[in-house]
């Protein structure tokens, strides 16, 4: 009898050590943007399967004196949440898998949500 509980017991652990591992996710593909480089011109910008449910600060757009990064392109396989300010915060905008937006919209962060799940 306590073989079996143990064995159990020790499924059990499995089990969610399994499931903790397999947790961490990513949007596959490529999140491509315009920012204007310290020569005052622009230049292409990307992130290449970003985490999901993760804020992440365009480091090119993310100092206070510098402008936002705009034309963002989202090819990858999850919604992203373009944010005006770093930190996601300010006002935001959510483009689908495959979605791109015009130079006029301007971001400085973002965050990837797996596509199936709710925002």
Known sequence: MRT???????LGALT???SAAG???AAEGEFGYVYTG?????HDG????PPDWVCVTLPEAAG?????ADSPRNGT???ATLF?????DGARYTLAPGGSASSRLKLRSVRFTPAFSQP
Do not use: F
Request: overall charge negative; hydrophobic content about 45%; charged content about 15%.
């Open 4 to 10: 079996r509980t143990a064995l159990v017991a020790a």
């Open 84 to 88: 005006t300010g770093p930190d996601c």
């Open 16 to 18: 969610l050590l399994v």
């Open 77 to 79: 396989d999850s919604r």
């Open 64 to 68: 206070e004196y510098v402008p936002p």
């Open 23 to 25: 947790s961490a996710s």
């Open 46 to 49: 990307v992130l290449v399967n």
């Open 38 to 42: 310290l020569d005052g011109l622009p």
